[in-house]
């Protein structure tokens, strides 16, 4: 059994890779460009994840703190709560604004 000249050369591909062809066919026939990040875009985002990297470090030292003062388990656990939720807001925060950047 002859096969064709290109099979012969190509080792087999992954399920990854093979999954990444489609999602990319996928996105070329919905008309999406993909464009790298520059450099620059690369420096702006770096420091913004430092900026919110350190947001999120205060509002751990201060949430640890507020536990520390919490007297009954209930005020404990609304400070557990508006804790993940202030996480959530400012990662989401964050991840618009990688967004933006990577958009220029």
């Known amino acids: 059994m002859s096969y064709p000249p290109a099979m012969k050369e190509e080792a087999p591909k992954s399920a990854y890779e093979l999954a990444m062809e489609r999602l990319r066919q996928k996105d070329k026939d919905a008309?999406?460009?993909e464009r790298s990040v520059t450099d620059e875009q690369k420096a702006a985002i770096?420091?913004?994840r430092r900026v919110y990297e350190a947001k999120q470090a205060e509002r751990?030292?201060?949430h640890q703190a507020s536990?520390?003062?919490a007297?009954?388990?209930e005020s404990f656990a609304a400070l557990e709560e508006d804790y993940h939720k202030e996480r959530e807001r400012?990662?989401?925060e964050r991840d618009?604004?990688?967004e933006e950047i990577r958009k220029r």
Do not use: C, F, N, S
Request: hydrophobic share 55%; proline share 5%; charged share 30%.
């Open 31 to 33: 008309g999406v460009v």
């Open 90 to 92: 400012v990662a989401a």
């Open 71 to 73: 007297g009954d388990p």
């Open 96 to 98: 618009l604004k990688i």
């Open 46 to 48: 770096a420091e913004l």
């Open 60 to 62: 751990e030292i201060l």
């Open 67 to 69: 536990l520390r003062k």
